[in-house]
């Protein structure tokens, strides 16, 4: 079992930034790939960002250059710096684990509740 805890969304104006944070707890809570996902009102949930326990890193189009992914992985805690904010990028953010479960490769996902982005003048 993997919990995980989102912090860090607010309303901000365009051109700022914020920063996300999903601390991950659980049994098996550490070393797995994870990601960032956002969902807009009407929309479906898409993938913003993603990073291997080794650390590589992978972004969707519209948030490259100004979204950074990372993991501190003595605090078992990702984060998402998110710089030049626009109105699209307003969205309820969530952060997601995958957990691969055995010597195959299959793997469960774990979500956390999600935290509210709102970007607006």
């Known amino acids: 079992q993997v919990q995980l805890v989102e912090s860090g969304g607010g309303l901000v104006q365009p051109g700022e930034s914020l920063r996300l944070s999903c601390a991950a707890s659980?049994?098996?809570?550490?070393?797995?790939?994870m990601a960032w996902y956002r969902q807009g009102l009407g929309q479906q949930r898409e993938l913003v960002a993603s990073?291997?326990?080794?650390?590589?890193?992978n972004y969707a189009d519209s948030v490259k250059g100004r979204f950074t992914i990372s993991r501190d992985n003595a605090k078992n805690t990702v984060y998402l710096q998110m710089n030049s904010l626009k109105p699209e990028d307003t969205a309820v953010y969530y952060c997601?684990?995958?957990?691969?479960?055995?010597?195959?490769?299959?793997?469960?996902?774990?979500w956390g509740q999600g935290t509210q982005v709102t970007v607006s003048s």
């Open positions: 997601n684990a995958k957990v691969v479960v055995n010597v195959e490769g299959a793997s469960l996902d774990y």
């Open positions: 659980g049994r098996r809570s550490s070393g797995n790939a």
């Open positions: 990073i291997t326990g080794g650390g590589s890193t």
